[in-house]
């Protein structure tokens, strides 16, 4: 949840209810959509939809028209052409293995959008793509597309359009029946039959090279193990032998070559935009799924791709973590923001030249569109009787494949669990001095202000008025008020007070009701308390509240193995928060070894735009970014950023997803400085200023060798889908995501790219799903990089050590295993803002390692046998893609 938003909450009720103010902006851009629908000669908006569909079924040229978009390409690389190019044949009947060169051509339209080159050497770009450049169909489609994404939200039906007909079983025996008569068709097809001859060929062909035949045994996992002709595997060191579980036979059975080779493609080139804002941004991107993608591509993987955050060591003991000598020199950049941007000149001249410092600057436009790509490869038109689109129809079968891939791993997993869990406990048993209570855990999303549980907060409270009775900690109108006459003036006494009275608890009364959850933040119901125990920035300085989360760190470290990333609050009212937060962080002494800081910035502009505060979107960025820049250029001149900095991994974005926007996102949405209107952004509106931000600042930090910061919102807690379109480009991991279960193809491709999640079942139960219908094991199971965390210890949870009870209560009530939980356990510290060197220590030297190779059982706790289960799993995903764009060369090359 968000606490740093609940004061806000309150002005927002004296603003009369804003919540329900929903629907009567039409921001600049909805109104020039409108003039579209109507120049169209279509009279409403559905009129319009229906006459795109149409337009697109028309033309009939829509098939394919997605992959073969072009993206710009960064001066210097070569063009790309819009027929894949004819490579010469493959001589030899060998299957190029996985990231080793071979004769294939590109994955359409790709290239360019990948190439960014890691070292510092060589000036960081964003391929940039206008929409000029994309075909028609395109543009037609993502205006469609982001069209039925509001209209997705207006209708309420959140999610009807971007669901498996599941709950429809007409719909779903209609679709299957028409799978059917397709296959029929398909099948007398000469060259489909053709094709999918290919396709065997190159399956088989992996199948055969899984013997390792090289030291890089990632090599040999392309597909489920040993064809029965096989002598057996000569495993290398360190990989288990267990009983796998392989499927053999007609890989394509249940689906055409067609469909399967189409979302094969889609998904290939939405990992490959996931791939390119991550690095982009100094996020994580795991290591197989690039191997396969550089494989599909016909390029090979090395080490020097991989592109990590820099993260600050923990100081070590009796080093001063406040230390502010050997501060960077000034270097005397200038800032401006442009387009919601902060970019950087070398000089004034510079600036006065408009010629920025080379570093990647992102633009709405190109993130619109490669959004729009994904967006498509989810949104399906609403089920009506008539006949589907092709493009639906496209939607319909990505859908399909990756539900039926997705049921696969779970299903696989199932018999995994069944065949080996005795094997894994065995392995288990073995490690000497390594359980569950001493591995390491990363509590990876939490609130500062509700980082303590209820009871500690009371007791502090009671403590305080015993001790400090007559201190001053409040002024209101000019008057000074000591902590009793607080008291006094609530009609309480203090030593009454109980954990009931409190009513920091969230319980029956707050399902589904975000407004009733945001007032538990304040104790007793009053606000005086929030404002003394629970602010920065406050009459005593934010004392208390620093108190308190000393207390919380002492008893992590106390406790040795576990660690939080507490969230603190940077709203965007006014330039000298920072300098305030950093303060109040080094005054106080908060550091702890067993913390890392977290900066969440509420999306409520609306809030301060009503009140004047800000006159349009662009200042409240610019209140956010601007200090972090000045104190990266400048330093010397802001010590006490720069030092607070060191501690902070990363950056939340937060606030109710449930809340609706008016405003369409897309390329045509106005730029932050033109937002003046007193409506909030849409959520997506949001992650690509705050990615765009954050982008710029990492690379400029990076150049001088300070730490950066990872992009980790809040998503898919609520609200549409489309935020999880959003978060899959712009985040290096998110909060929550329970929407993913609504959305196969999104899920499945989270799998892919193992998309790291924090969820939080105890506060979902008190929120918005209850715990029974949490997807957390079903995601666990399939494979999915999740953690579990707490959110706000103070609203949900009961003990003194909140991480193990939201633990406890997970392996109670799915079962889990030993190995579950470790495996949770080593999500969560991969996961976290740790620093590499931490990470080496507790989870082994080798982590960036994907499969057994990575995992020091010895800290971890987790069965090889369960580290070689999931990276086999997942290489044979992979290669399913991979192996379909390189069947459909081997056609090109036939003909
Ligand atoms: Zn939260």
Same mark, same amino acid.
């Given at each position: #949840?968000?606490?740093?938003i609940n004061?806000? #909450?309150?002005?927002?009720?004296?603003? @009369?209810?804003?919540m329900?103010?929903?629907?009567?902006l039409?921001s600049?851009s909805?109104?020039?959509n409108?003039?579209?629908f109507?120049?169209?000669?279509?009279?409403?908006?559905?009129?319009?939809?229906?006459?795109?569909?149409e337009?697109?079924t028309?033309?009939g040229?829509?098939?394919?028209?997605?992959q073969?978009?072009i993206?710009?390409?960064p001066?210097?690389?070569?063009?790309?052409?819009?027929e894949?190019? %004819?490579?010469?044949?493959? +001589?030899?009947a060998?299957?190029?293995?996985?990231?080793?060169?071979?004769?294939?051509?590109e994955l359409?339209?790709?290239?360019a959008? %990948?190439r960014? !080159?890691g070292?510092?050497d060589m000036?960081r770009?964003?391929p940039?793509?206008?929409?000029s450049?994309v075909?028609?169909?395109?543009?037609?489609l993502?205006?469609?597309v982001?069209?039925?994404?509001?209209?997705e939200?207006d209708?309420? +039906?959140?999610?009807a359009?971007f669901t498996?007909?599941?709950?429809c079983?007409?719909?779903l025996?209609q679709?299957?029946?028409?799978e059917?008569?397709?296959e029929?068709?398909?099948q007398?097809?000469?060259?489909?039959?053709? %094709?999918?001859?290919?396709?065997k060929l190159?399956?088989?062909?992996?199948?055969?090279?899984q013997?390792p035949?090289?030291?890089?045994?990632?090599?040999? &996992?392309v597909s489920p193990?040993?064809?029965?002709v096989s002598?057996?595997?000569?495993? !290398?060191e360190?990989?288990?032998?267990?009983q796998?579980?392989t499927?053999s036979?007609?890989? @394509?059975a249940?689906?055409t070559?067609?469909?399967?080779e189409?979302a094969?493609k889609?998904?290939?080139?939405?990992?490959?935009?996931?791939?390119?804002?991550s690095?982009?941004?100094y996020?994580?991107?795991?290591r197989?799924?690039?191997?396969?993608l550089?494989?599909a +591509?016909n390029?090979?993987w090395t &080490?020097?791709?991989?592109?990590?955050?820099?993260?600050?060591?923990c100081?070590?003991?009796?080093e001063?973590p406040?230390n502010m000598?050997d501060?960077?020199?000034?270097?005397?950049?200038e800032l401006?923001?442009k387009?919601?941007?902060i970019?950087?000149?070398?000089?004034?001249?510079?600036?006065?030249?408009?010629?920025?410092r080379s570093l990647?600057?992102?633009?709405?436009?190109?993130?619109a569109?490669?959004?729009?790509?994904?967006?498509?490869?989810i949104?399906?038109?609403?089920?009506v009787?008539t006949?589907?689109?092709?493009?639906?129809?496209?939607?319909l079968?990505w859908k399909t494949y @990756?539900?039926?891939?997705?049921n696969?791993?779970?299903?696989?997993?199932y018999?995994h669990?069944m065949?080996?869990?005795?094997?894994?406990l065995k +392995?288990?048993?073995?490690?000497?001095h390594r359980?569950?209570y001493?591995?390491r855990?990363?509590?990876?999303?939490i609130h500062a202000?509700? @980082?303590m549980?209820?009871?500690?907060?009371?007791?502090?409270?009671q403590t305080?008025c015993?001790?400090?009775?007559?201190?001053?900690?409040l002024?209101?109108?000019?008057q000074k008020?000591?902590?009793?006459?607080?008291?006094t003036?609530?009609?309480?006494?203090?030593?009454d /007070?109980?954990?009931?009275? /409190?009513?920091v608890?969230?319980?029956?009364?707050?399902?589904?009701?975000?407004?009733?959850f945001?007032?538990?933040y304040?104790?007793?119901?009053?606000s005086?308390l929030?404002?003394?125990?629970?602010?920065?920035?406050?009459?005593?300085?934010?004392?208390?509240?620093?108190?308190?989360?000393?207390? &919380?760190?002492?008893?992590?470290?106390?406790?040795k193995?576990?660690?939080?990333e507490?969230?603190l609050?940077?709203?965007?009212?006014?330039?000298d928060?920072?300098e305030n937060?950093?303060?109040?962080?080094?005054?106080?002494?908060?550091?702890?070894?067993n913390?890392?800081?977290?900066?969440?910035?509420? %999306?409520i502009?609306?809030?301060?735009r009503?009140?004047k505060?800000v006159?349009?979107?662009?200042? #409240?960025?610019?209140n956010v970014?601007?200090?972090?820049?000045?104190?990266?250029?400048n330093p010397?001149k802001?010590?006490?950023v720069?030092?607070?900095?060191?501690?902070?991994?990363?950056?939340?974005?937060v606030?109710?997803?449930?809340?609706?926007?008016d405003?369409?996102?897309?390329?045509?949405?106005?730029?932050?400085e033109?937002?003046?209107?007193?409506?909030? !952004?849409p959520?997506?509106?949001?992650?690509f200023?705050?990615?765009?931000?954050?982008?710029?600042?990492?690379?400029?930090?990076?150049e001088?060798?300070?730490?950066?910061?990872?992009?980790r919102?809040?998503?898919?807690e609520a609200?549409?889908i489309?935020?999880?379109?959003s978060a899959f480009?712009?985040?290096?991991?998110?909060?929550?995501? /329970?929407n993913?279960?609504?959305?196969? &193809?999104?899920q499945y491709?989270?799998?892919?790219?193992q998309?790291?999640?924090? #969820?939080?079942?105890?506060?979902n139960n008190?929120?918005f799903?209850e715990?029974?219908?949490?997807p957390?094991?079903?995601?666990?199971?399939?494979g999915?990089c999740?953690s579990l965390?707490t959110?706000?210890?103070?609203?949900?949870?009961?003990?003194?050590?909140?991480?193990?009870e939201?633990?406890a209560?997970?392996?109670?009530l799915?079962k889990?295993?030993?190995c579950?939980?470790?495996?949770i356990a080593?999500n969560?510290?991969?996961?976290?803002g740790?620093?590499h060197q931490?990470?080496m220590?507790f989870?082994?030297a080798?982590?960036?390692?994907d499969?057994p190779?990575g995992?020091?059982?010895r800290?971890?706790n987790?069965?090889?046998?369960?580290?070689a289960y999931?990276y086999e799993?997942?290489c044979?995903?992979l290669?399913f893609?991979v192996?379909?764009?390189?069947?459909?060369?081997m056609d090109?090359?036939a003909q």
């Amino acid at each position: #949840m968000n606490p740093g938003i609940n004061c806000t #909450m309150q002005m927002a009720d004296s603003l @009369c209810g804003f919540m329900g103010a929903g629907g009567l902006l039409m921001s600049t851009s909805g109104a020039e959509n409108e003039k579209r629908f109507l120049s169209a000669g279509a009279r409403t908006k559905s009129e319009y939809l229906v006459q795109l569909a149409e337009e697109e079924t028309v033309n009939g040229a829509s098939q394919g028209s997605f992959q073969s978009v072009i993206f710009s390409t960064p001066p210097g690389a070569e063009t790309e052409e819009d027929e894949p190019k %004819r490579s010469p044949p493959v +001589e030899t009947a060998v299957h190029p293995l996985p990231w080793e060169g071979s004769a294939t051509p590109e994955l359409h339209g790709t290239k360019a959008g %990948r190439r960014i !080159p890691g070292g510092s050497d060589m000036p960081r770009q964003f391929p940039k793509i206008s929409l000029s450049e994309v075909d028609e169909q395109v543009r037609l489609l993502a205006e469609k597309v982001y069209a039925s994404a509001l209209k997705e939200e207006d209708t309420k +039906e959140a999610l009807a359009m971007f669901t498996v007909p599941e709950d429809c079983p007409i719909g779903l025996h209609q679709a299957k029946e028409h799978e059917l008569l397709r296959e029929m068709a398909e099948q007398q097809s000469e060259e489909s039959a053709k %094709r999918k001859k290919s396709f065997k060929l190159i399956r088989s062909q992996s199948m055969s090279l899984q013997i390792p035949v090289s030291a890089d045994w990632a090599l040999s &996992v392309v597909s489920p193990l040993l064809s029965p002709v096989s002598t057996g595997p000569c495993l !290398p060191e360190g990989f288990p032998e267990y009983q796998r579980v392989t499927i053999s036979g007609d890989y @394509c059975a249940g689906i055409t070559v067609e469909d399967y080779e189409q979302a094969s493609k889609s998904l290939l080139k939405a990992l490959l935009i996931r791939e390119k804002y991550s690095k982009l941004a100094y996020h994580r991107f795991p290591r197989t799924t690039a191997k396969f993608l550089r494989s599909a +591509e016909n390029e090979k993987w090395t &080490v020097e791709d991989e592109i990590l955050p820099e993260i600050c060591p923990c100081p070590r003991e009796g080093e001063d973590p406040y230390n502010m000598e050997d501060i960077p020199e000034n270097l005397n950049y200038e800032l401006q923001m442009k387009d919601g941007i902060i970019y950087v000149y070398d000089t004034p001249e510079a600036l006065k030249q408009n010629e920025p410092r080379s570093l990647p600057y992102p633009d709405l436009e190109t993130f619109a569109i490669d959004l729009s790509h994904v967006l498509a490869m989810i949104a399906d038109g609403p089920h009506v009787s008539t006949p589907p689109n092709h493009h639906m129809r496209l939607t319909l079968r990505w859908k399909t494949y @990756c539900h039926r891939r997705l049921n696969f791993v779970g299903s696989k997993f199932y018999l995994h669990e069944m065949l080996n869990e005795m094997a894994e406990l065995k +392995e288990l048993k073995g490690v000497p001095h390594r359980d569950f209570y001493n591995v390491r855990k990363v509590d990876t999303h939490i609130h500062a202000a509700a @980082c303590m549980n209820q009871k500690h907060l009371l007791k502090f409270i009671q403590t305080t008025c015993k001790t400090e009775a007559d201190r001053v900690v409040l002024e209101k109108d000019g008057q000074k008020i000591t902590l009793k006459e607080v008291f006094t003036k609530l009609n309480m006494d203090p030593y009454d /007070l109980t954990v009931d009275s /409190l009513d920091v608890h969230a319980g029956r009364q707050t399902f589904h009701r975000f407004d009733k959850f945001n007032s538990k933040y304040n104790p007793v119901g009053a606000s005086e308390l929030r404002e003394i125990y629970l602010k920065t920035d406050n009459y005593i300085n934010g004392e208390y509240f620093a108190r308190i989360i000393k207390e &919380v760190a002492y008893g992590l470290e106390e406790s040795k193995y576990q660690h939080a990333e507490p969230r603190l609050s940077i709203y965007g009212r006014s330039p000298d928060e920072w300098e305030n937060l950093s303060q109040w962080f080094i005054l106080h002494k908060v550091h702890s070894p067993n913390m890392q800081w977290i900066i969440q910035v509420p %999306r409520i502009y609306d809030i301060f735009r009503s009140r004047k505060i800000v006159p349009n979107f662009a200042k #409240m960025l610019e209140n956010v970014f601007l200090p972090l820049f000045e104190a990266t250029v400048n330093p010397q001149k802001h010590k006490e950023v720069h030092v607070f900095l060191k501690y902070v991994t990363g950056f939340d974005s937060v606030d109710d997803e449930s809340k609706h926007s008016d405003h369409m996102f897309s390329y045509k949405s106005p730029k932050p400085e033109a937002w003046t209107a007193e409506s909030n !952004p849409p959520y997506s509106y949001y992650l690509f200023h705050m990615y765009a931000n954050i982008m710029v600042l990492n690379n400029l930090r990076k150049e001088r060798g300070l730490n950066t910061f990872q992009f980790r919102p809040h998503c898919g807690e609520a609200g549409s889908i489309t935020h999880l379109v959003s978060a899959f480009l712009t985040s290096d991991n998110i909060s929550h995501g /329970l929407n993913l279960k609504k959305s196969p &193809v999104l899920q499945y491709l989270y799998y892919l790219a193992q998309v790291p999640i924090a #969820m939080s079942p105890l506060s979902n139960n008190s929120l918005f799903l209850e715990y029974s219908k949490s997807p957390l094991k079903e995601f666990l199971h399939k494979g999915l990089c999740v953690s579990l965390s707490t959110d706000d210890p103070m609203q949900f949870h009961y003990t003194k050590e909140a991480l193990m009870e939201e633990y406890a209560i997970a392996a109670q009530l799915w079962k889990l295993s030993t190995c579950d939980v470790c495996e949770i356990a080593r999500n969560s510290v991969l996961q976290s803002g740790l620093s590499h060197q931490e990470k080496m220590h507790f989870l082994g030297a080798n982590y960036l390692k994907d499969g057994p190779e990575g995992n020091d059982i010895r800290r971890t706790n987790v069965a090889q046998i369960r580290m070689a289960y999931r990276y086999e799993t997942l290489c044979n995903e992979l290669s399913f893609l991979v192996d379909a764009v390189k069947s459909g060369t081997m056609d090109t090359q036939a003909q």
